[in-house]
């Protein structure tokens, strides 16, 4: 069992920064892809970054060049570097973990943490 304990949210303004970071516990895989996605009120889920099985690293267009995924392995947690947010960066974000080679956005697969929530003010 996986659990996944989101951390760094909060109110920003517009160009500001912000840095998340996903604390697991319990036995993580190196199969495993890992990933944050966001969701915004009455708004489906997305995928925001994330590390595949393999390493390969993938980020939704909106935030190309604002947003860095990184992972440390040794304390097993994963963070999301926000720079130059926007109020559309504006949305709860959560981390998962899946034993898949690629994430997906469904939330009945893999391990999801609570999320935490990213307001971005102008």
């Known amino acids: 069992q996986v659990q996944l304990v989101e951390s760094g949210g909060g109110s920003v303004q517009a160009g500001g920064s912000l840095r998340l970071s996903c604390a697991a516990s319990g036995y993580t895989y190196s199969s495993y892809c890992y990933g944050w996605f966001l969701q915004a009120p009455g708004k489906e889920r997305e995928v925001v970054a994330v590390?595949?099985?393999?390493?390969?690293?993938r980020y939704a267009d909106s935030v190309k060049g604002r947003f860095t995924i990184s992972k440390d392995n040794a304390k097993n947690t994963l963070y999301l570097q926000m720079n130059s947010l926007k109020r559309e960066d504006t949305a709860m974000y959560y981390c998962a973990a899946q034993p898949r080679r690629h994430c997906t956005v469904h939330p009945e697969i893999g391990y999801w943490g609570q999320g935490t929530q990213v307001t971005v003010s102008s």
């Open positions: 590390i595949d099985s393999d390493g390969s690293i």
